[in-house]
């Protein structure tokens, strides 16, 4: 069940499935389950589980506190008081801070800003990483009864103690509640430049994109995060990245909702091109088959992926799908007979060449050219946006509503957040699924009218750097499918469109 756990948090974007396994674990006395659970717990703010794991192993002020933390002020009350019972007079700081928490359990009046004062003033003679879990208290105090000391406790604790991972899910979940982009970007910016190493850098990228996404905070930045954690791998040839395939994992859930997957092809060509791992190399592979087959359906542009599969794993059930579609079998090879007698200094007939070099007693139908893996760097490529060889019969998502508007421009997927203002006040966040320098597809379950005019906030991308600027835009809904709304931009400023424009080329 350990190992399991340990597998699933590799490959699974949300991690909840890891955290229950880990638990299970642990309740099953595996000695390491434990702390994993809890670093886990700790991540996903499974406020509950870190209750549960701090009792067991008898931290009643964690206990307490991860209760009052998923707002369960009753249940914080008992692990508070038996605390405050076994802690001494020399732990005078410790009391002081779970007498304030218990008095925030009761609802108790005591003078907040004092116990703030006094907690600060602690975490500066503290100084180092020892003063972190006193910002955090103060933190925790502010945010549960003086909320607008929160800004400076934040920013305080933050340069004190940047590397503190328990202070910085604090710091972290304070500005997700903001969920101001700027101050969002510029923190996790100086999260990645002041790493130790580029792998962890890319790691504390993939980890922060992956937070806004599930949280539904800036989840286009966190798509471009995620997506450029795996280009700096790729490019510099890191080591093993932890959560690696979860990361595709996160890509691939969100392209399949807004059908891109093609999209994401240049980026598994790069990847299959860097030293993966074997295991990871054959998962790549077979997604480039899923992808290319299933949702592109290019057939001839899947061949490459369908050959280098049954590379890796000899009839591979997704390869052998495939192969039967297209009407390619793997059948098993007759032994030949053996060559009559040679005469003295006669030469020996020159050998045929295998399909497979290792493949003697399998027979494939695909090209030779397609098959070896030394081979596959050069064939994997993404599938033409176009092509009309060898492709399945498939129909468009029907449009069920269209105007006719200005020439629209060739459209890019690029993930980019915008806040859409609808004609009577209200507003809603979303996703683009692309755009281009006249207009951009809206990805919604919204009723939005054809005709209407909406007024947009985009959230575009800097090209070449780790930020991005916000523009205001008009937009006609021209048309609706399945997946949205196309939208067409009325008057588009030259600076909006000289940063689309850089955005998408």
Same mark, same amino acid.
């Given at each position: ?36 659970? !809890? ?52 732990? =005078? ?77 604090? *710091? ?37 994109? =992956?937070?806004?996404?599930?949280? %539904?905070?800036?989840? %286009?930045? %966190? ?15 890191? &080591?093993?990245? =932890? ?34 791992? !074997?295991? !990871? ?68 007939? &020159? +050998? ?17 050219? *397609? ?12 599938? &033409? ?8 019969? =498939? ?29 009577? %006040? ?9 755009? $281009? ?16 005019? *909406? ?47 850089? +955005?998408? $080329?």
């Amino acid at each position: 069940m350990f190992d399991l756990a340990q597998a699933s948090e590799q490959c699974d974007p949300d991690r909840g499935r890891a955290l229950a396994l880990y638990v299970d674990a642990w309740r099953a006395q595996h000695p390491e389950a434990g702390g994993h659970a !809890e670093r886990l717990a700790e991540a996903l703010r499974a406020h509950m589980t870190r209750a549960e794991l701090a009792a067991a192993r008898g931290d009643l002020v964690t206990a307490g506190t991860a209760y009052l933390d998923a707002g369960m002020r009753d249940l914080a009350v008992g692990p508070l008081r038996k605390a405050l019972d076994a802690l001494g007079p020399a732990t =005078s700081a410790q009391r002081a801070e779970a007498t304030a928490l218990l008095a925030l359990a009761e609802q108790a009046p005591f003078d907040i800003e004092a116990a703030i004062g006094a907690t600060l003033a602690t975490a500066l003679v503290t100084r180092g990483a020892a003063a972190a879990p006193h910002y955090a208290h103060a933190i925790r105090l502010a945010r549960l009864g003086a909320p607008a000391k929160l800004p400076l406790l934040v920013a305080t604790a933050a340069r004190a103690c940047p590397d503190d991972p328990k202070l910085e899910i604090l *710091v972290e979940d304070y500005l997700l509640e903001r969920n101001d982009a700027a101050d969002l970007l510029d923190h996790y910016r100086q999260r990645f430049e002041g790493a130790a190493t580029r792998v962890e850098a890319v790691e504390r990228m993939r980890t922060a994109g =992956s937070v806004l996404v599930e949280r %539904g905070v800036q989840p %286009g930045l %966190g798509l471009r995060l995620v997506r450029l954690a795996l280009e700096t791998t790729y490019t510099a040839l890191l &080591p093993d990245i =932890s959560s690696h395939v979860a990361a595709w994992e996160l890509l691939v859930s969100h392209a399949r909702a807004q059908h891109s997957t093609h999209e994401l092809m240049p980026l598994l060509v790069q990847a299959l091109a860097a030293p993966l791992p !074997e295991h !990871e190399a054959l998962y790549l592979t077979g997604l480039g088959l899923t992808i290319a087959w299933r949702d592109a359906n290019d057939l001839l542009a899947a061949q490459p992926y369908a050959a280098t599969l049954l590379d890796f794993v000899p009839d591979h059930p997704l390869a052998v799908a495939f192969l039967n579609e297209i009407g390619m079998t793997t059948e098993p090879v007759e032994p030949a007979a053996p060559p009559p007698p040679r005469a003295t200094g006669e030469s020996p007939p &020159p +050998a045929k060449p295998s399909v497979y070099a290792d493949d003697a007693p399998v027979k494939r139908s695909l090209p030779a050219n *397609v098959v070896t893996r030394t081979s596959r760097l050069a064939l994997l490529k993404p599938p &033409p946006p176009r092509s009309t060889t060898l492709r399945r019969d =498939s129909s468009p998502i029907p449009m069920r509503h269209e105007v006719t508007g200005p020439p629209r421009a060739p459209r890019t997927v690029v993930p980019m957040d915008v806040m859409v203002e609808l004609p009577n %006040g209200s507003f809603f966040s979303t996703v683009l699924r692309d755009v $281009s320098i006249t207009g951009a597809f809206l990805t919604t379950k919204r009723k939005l009218d054809i005709g209407v005019v *909406v007024a947009l906030t985009l959230h575009v991308p800097v090209a070449g750097t780790l930020t991005q600027e916000r523009h205001l835009v008009q937009a006609t809904v021209v048309r609706q499918t399945e997946l949205g709304f196309g939208l067409a931009f009325v008057d588009p400023d030259a600076k909006l469109v000289g940063a689309l424009r850089a +955005a998408t $080329s």
